[in-house]
């Protein structure tokens, strides 16, 4: 790897970060306000709390989390080396600046313009505003969010483009051939798949597998939104109801595994570092990973199983959906297992960042069950657009894909400004108090919904005061959380940690057995 | 709080407890310094935690899908209840229902997407269904106890989506 691929990466990989630091310090606060305002401590006029709501989802869970998780995965190709090469910097240097421009267009037309349709903008409910909003505010959300989805397909081109590279070291280098070694399938059949020297690295395959599917999933979303820009100025123009929520959905789904795949990456690169061992997978991970990036687009239904009207086919979808959403659980059930034991009985190394990372699996595991939860029909029944939802995706967006972002900040920042960590002691701090405070107020989430709380009210009914008050406490731990992170990543910034030495060994990538 | 909803909690109660269980024995693992595991060996019994994994799913697949509810009907001698979702509240044709008589909600949306959740005076959430515009979705329930029954809505459908409540009366037959 030339070092100016390495500065290349580096540069974008920091930039990526910081901003979406930033976008997650805003949101988070956003998210404060939305709570507050639930538990009657400062309560906001309601359509700017469905405003702040609609900013808040979209803040979070694309402009930080899917931000964050985007920049992370080009400097884990760095570092299993897969630098990016010229096609690929320019695609993940438009991709930051598109994301930006997306973003700064949702926050001004939520929080200036009061578009206040949440985030998944259920169509025509952005051309029904009860005198809220005008239409060409819709045309100029549309726009932004469609931005944002450009964003997203354009670092999908770069990334595709890294992984089937030379770094790949195939034998024989056919697009197919290439594909297949990307999807790992060179641990199921090394010699139709073979490398010289080297296999594969676990981490590459998550990021070929995402790179390939929003790609898939953005299109069908892209369409939607391009419909809704074009009735924005030309009411005559719509789309079936039902349709637009399967339109939605068929991206509203993957984008999750925008968040979670390059967070399984960091976890491939990072854990058997602390471990200092190699990832424990056989080849058995890859025939979890290559059912993924067919049945991560064919699971969209899932979010709509509550849909079933008479005359169409969605209950016959919805019907199939349930076995093929419990499909996309194995690569998850799979990759926990390798990074669990990967950490057991090995020396592993309790750092900040490893102990982001230990709790992250934790996370992962917990919200994995709730999400079996709501992958099953006649439970979902039940919890469905309930307060159980917004506990089990908070669980899953915090307390593992942000605690995999906290616990890769903290190890990359060194590595990427050559300054080492201001206080590792405050970083496990930062972990700890997140990760309690944070199971703590998603754990009740769970028990209003499953109480029959129901999501996005700005009031909720006065039954469910008591849990709403109860997660005050905790969200304000979880906020003040926050600043410790900031303090020490500030402090990084200003070299208040000294200088940073790389370690020369990389224990990553190959397989265990 | 409902069965379903208390067959979830008791299931993801032990399941957490046991999840608990294994992420301590993971993390106090880490403090013997001694020569590890075979790790080759944990790496081979990848294939037995993934016949495992197939193995449960398929377990839960088959408890659960048999209670979906889809394709159910009201069967002769229902009541059939007409519900019409608009920003935002309810009409509901009749107010009032027969008590152990099937019901048959057939439910439809003046402008946007809302979705019509019933309570019982417990508070506890019986059922829910999307109620989508242009289309007609039907929803079968049969109420056992007389008294009034709460609706709110579960899609949010903007301003005042959590205020668009109405209610129906359940009498003996």
């Given amino acids: 790897m030339t070092e100016a691929a390495r500065e290349r990466a580096r540069a974008l990989t920091l930039r990526y970060l910081l901003a979406s630091t930033a976008i997650f310090l805003a949101a988070g606060v956003l998210g404060i306000l939305l709570r507050d305002s639930q538990a009657d401590l400062g309560r906001l006029d309601p359509n700017f709390f469905y405003a702040v709501m609609t900013a808040h989802g979209l803040g979070a869970f694309v402009g930080w989390a899917g931000f964050a998780c985007m920049g992370l995965s080009l400097w884990v190709l760095t570092s299993v080396g897969f630098p990016l090469r010229r096609f690929g910097a320019a695609m993940a240097e438009l991709a930051f600046w598109l994301m930006l421009v997306g973003v700064a267009g949702i926050l001004v037309t939520t929080l200036l313009l009061n578009f206040a349709a949440s985030w998944v903008f259920l169509y025509p409910l ?70 010289n020297p080297t296999p594969v690295p676990y981490a590459v395959i998550p990021l070929t597998v995402i790179g390939i599917d929003m790609i898939v999933a953005t299109l069908p979303l892209a369409v939607l939104l391009v419909i809704m820009i074009v009735q924005s100025a030309a009411p005559g123009v719509t789309v079936d109801p039902l349709l637009a929520k399967n339109m939605l959905w068929f991206f509203g789904h993957p984008v999750v595994y925008l968040l979670l795949f390059p967070a399984i990456a960091v976890y491939y690169l990072l854990i058997p570092r602390y471990a200092q061992r190699p990832l424990v997978a056989g080849n058995v991970v890859a025939v979890a990973w290559v059912l993924a990036v067919f049945v991560n687009v064919i699971i969209w239904a899932h979010h709509i199983y509550i849909d079933y009207p008479s005359g169409s086919p969605q209950a016959a979808i919805n019907t199939a959906m349930q076995p093929l959403t419990f499909a996309i659980t194995i690569p998850s059930a799979l990759s926990l297992y390798s990074l669990f034991f990967t950490v057991y009985r090995s020396k592993f190394e309790w750092t900040a960042a490893s102990t982001a990372l230990f709790l992250g699996l934790v996370g992962w595991l917990l919200a994995g069950f709730s999400g079996v939860v709501n992958a099953t029909i006649a439970f979902d029944a039940v919890v469905h657009n309930t307060l159980w939802i917004v506990g089990h995706f908070h669980h899953m967006a915090l307390l593992n894909i942000g605690l995999v972002i906290f616990g890769a900040t903290y190890a990359f920042l060194p590595e990427l400004t050559g300054k080492a960590l201001y206080s590792d002691r405050l970083g496990k701090w930062h972990i700890w108090l997140t990760f309690l405070a944070g199971t703590g107020a998603f754990s009740l989430w769970l028990i209003q919904g499953l109480q029959g709380a129901p999501r996005r009210f700005a009031v909720l009914p006065d039954r469910y005061a008591t849990l709403t008050d109860a997660t005050i406490p905790l969200v304000i731990v979880l906020a003040l959380a926050q600043l410790l992170f900031v303090w020490n990543i500030v402090q990084t910034l200003r070299g208040k940690g000294g200088r940073y030495t790389a370690p020369q060994t990389e224990p990553a990538g190959a397989p265990a057995a | 709080m409902g069965r379903t909803a208390t067959i979830i909690a008791v299931s993801y109660g032990v399941i957490v407890i046991l999840s608990v269980a294994f992420v301590l024995t993971v993390w106090l693992s880490t403090r013997a310094r001694d020569a590890g595991p075979d790790v080759a060996l944990l790496a081979r019994r990848e294939k037995t935690w993934f016949a495992v994994s197939v193995v449960i799913l398929v377990s839960i697949l088959f408890a ?110």
């Avoid at chain 1, 397909?153 to 483009?161: D, M, S």
């Avoid at chain 2, 509901?92 to 048959?104: C, D, F, G, H, Y």
């Avoid at chain 2, 979705?137 to 409540?165: N, S």
Wanted: proline letters at 6%.
């Fill in chain 1, 126 to 195: 952005p051309f029904h505003s009860a005198g809220q909003w005008g239409d060409a505010t819709t045309g100029i959300f549309s726009a932004s969010v469609l931005v944002v989805g450009l964003s997203i397909i354009t670092w999908c081109a770069g990334i595709v483009h890294t992984v089937l590279g030379p770094a790949l070291h195939a034998v024989r280098p056919t697009l197919g051939n290439r594909l297949g070694l990307a999807l790992g399938l060179g641990y199921l059949a090394p010699r139709r798949f073979a490398t």
């Fill in chain 2, 64 to 173: 659960t899908i048999f209670f979906t509810p889809y394709g159910k009907g009201a069967g002769a001698g229902k009541q059939v209840v007409r519900v019409t979702g608009f920003q935002f509240g309810w009409t509901i044709e009749p107010q009032t229902l027969k008590m152990n008589v099937p019901v048959e909600f057939r439910l439809t949306a003046l402008d946007v997407s809302h979705a019509f959740a019933v309570y019982n005076a417990d508070d506890e959430l019986l059922f829910q269904v999307q109620v989508v515009p242009e289309r007609t979705q039907k929803a079968f329930y049969t109420f056992k106890k007389p008294g009034t029954y709460e609706v709110l809505c579960f899609e949010f459908c903007g301003l005042f989506h959590d205020q668009m409540r109405a209610t129906f009366e359940v009498k003996p037959a």
